[in-house]
C-alpha cells in the first residue's frame, strides 16, 4: 500500500522511543500518521526540549514523518493538573485531556479525522483510563479514535530505541512522575540489596 493509498491520521506523541512500534504498526494497518506534539507536562524545560530534538531527528531521518508542534500551555498544566498532586489517578486522567484535546484540535483544523496517541505504548500509563479520554474527546471533536493496546511492542521499541541510539528518559514528564519514579527505583534497589544480603548470610547450599 502506497502513502497515498493510507488513511490519513493524527498521532500524538508523548516522545520519540514511543512512536517507534505505533508508526509501524498504524503503516501496517493501512493508516498514515502524522505526529502532534504537545506536552507541557514534561518538565524541566531542558527535558521537554531534548524529547523533541530527539522526536523529530528520529521523525525526520528515519521514519519520514511529520512532526507538528502544537500548543504546550504550561500555565494552563499548572492551574489544572498540578494541583492533583501525587494523586496519579486524577492527574494523569487531567493530563491526558489537556493533551490529548489539543490534539484533536489540531487533528480537526487539518482535516483529519483518525487520531491515535503513543501513550498506549507505555506499560506504565494508566491505559484505559487514556483510551476513555481519548475516545470521548474525539467524538466531541468528531473524530474517529484509533485506540490500540502496543504494549505488547514496548520491549521491541525499547530495544529498538536503544539501537538507534536514541535519548530515552526515566519518568514520563512531570516533576510528580519524575519524584514517583525516582522512589520507585530506591526502594527496587533496596530490595536487590536486602535479597544479596539474605544470599550471603544463608550461604552456599549443600547436598546432604
Known sequence: MTQSERI???LHACCGPCSLEPIRLLRAEGFEPTICWTNPNI???????????????????????EVIVAGDDRGAWERVVAPAGFDRARRCRTCYALRLAESCRVAQNRGLTHISTTLAVSPYQLFDVCGDVLRSLASAYGLTAVWRDFRPYYSEATRESRALGMYRQSYCGCRFSAAEAALERHVARDARKAQKATRRSVGPAFAS
Open 8 to 10: 490519513p491520521l493524527l
Open 43 to 65: 518538565q524541566p524545560l531542558a527535558e521537554h526540549d531534548r524529547r523533541l530534538k530527539t522526536l523529530r531527528s528520529w521523525a525526520h531521518d528515519v521514519a519520514r514523518v
